[in-house]
């Protein structure tokens, strides 16, 4: 079944430590995203790529890093987690005509 | 700048009530639309969306928008709301032009007693 995968699904970890929060999909799509989001706020669009290679930043800026080595994988890095950082990660991707995002179920990060 | 606005933050409503939920966006050109759910515990997921044509639009679960372009809103409705709709709702706008991104409202977090 074609679906859009986030591992871990919750993650507590120290100051200081380097974290990837892993997405990936098995529907075809060139298309994918990374949100993050704050309890009671908007999705704010740190990440984007519209295929292999390529990688953009959002509208928020974040400390956080992505590849894309493959169509269906679109990691994403923190070198040095901070507490600041503690927030829920979304993935999500497209369909080619872009007419609708597909959601991952998110990653809870915590930094202590 | 390219905004979304979600007037409620909070609505609880007891079950059979009527539900609207408020969306307007900012500029004027050419937007698609979408009001997506989130259920406790589960993934993001389209409730409905609009792109051209009837600007009345149904989704799933008895749900249906009306898009009034001279107010830049797209209302979200339903006649009768069900414990079962107890979630967060969002509405998303894609804005064509510079940026071709989808741009989300801060969500309504709806409560239905029963």
């Known amino acids: 079944e074609a679906d859009i995968y986030q591992t871990p699904r919750y993650l507590v970890i120290g100051t200081g430590k380097k974290i990837t929060l892993e997405c990936s999909q098995t529907?075809?799509?060139?298309?994918m995203y990374w949100y993050q989001q704050d309890p009671g706020m908007e999705l704010h669009l740190i990440h984007y790529?519209?295929?292999?290679?390529?990688?953009e930043k959002g509208d928020l800026s974040s400390e956080s890093t992505v590849s894309r080595i493959r169509t269906e994988h679109f990691p994403l890095t923190l070198e040095s987690a901070r507490p600041s950082h503690t927030s829920q990660y979304l993935c999500?991707?497209?369909?080619?005509?872009?007419?609708?995002?597909?959601f991952g179920p998110g990653t809870r990060l915590t930094v202590l | 700048a390219q905004s979304v606005s979600q007037h409620n933050h909070h609505v609880i409503l007891s079950e059979a009530a009527s539900l609207e939920l408020g969306c307007n966006y900012s500029?004027?050109?050419?937007?698609?639309l979408f009001w997506y759910v989130q259920y406790p515990g589960q993934h993001l997921q389209l409730l409905l969306k609009?792109?051209?044509?009837?600007?009345l639009v149904k989704g799933i679960k008895g749900f249906e928008a009306e898009f009034i372009k001279s107010k830049f809103s797209f209302n979200l409705r339903k006649p009768s709301v069900q414990w079962s709709d107890t979630a967060e709702y969002f509405c998303?706008?894609?804005?064509?032009?510079?940026?071709?991104?989808?741009?989300f409202g801060t969500g309504t977090l709806l409560a239905v007693q029963p």
């Open positions: 999500a991707s497209s369909d080619p005509g872009y007419n609708e995002q597909f």
């Open positions: 500029y004027g050109g050419t937007v698609n």
């Open positions: 609009y792109f051209s044509g009837d600007p």
């Open positions: 790529s519209y295929g292999v290679n390529s990688t």
């Open positions: 529907m075809g799509h060139d298309k």
């Open positions: 998303a706008v894609k804005f064509y032009g510079a940026t071709n991104k989808l741009i």
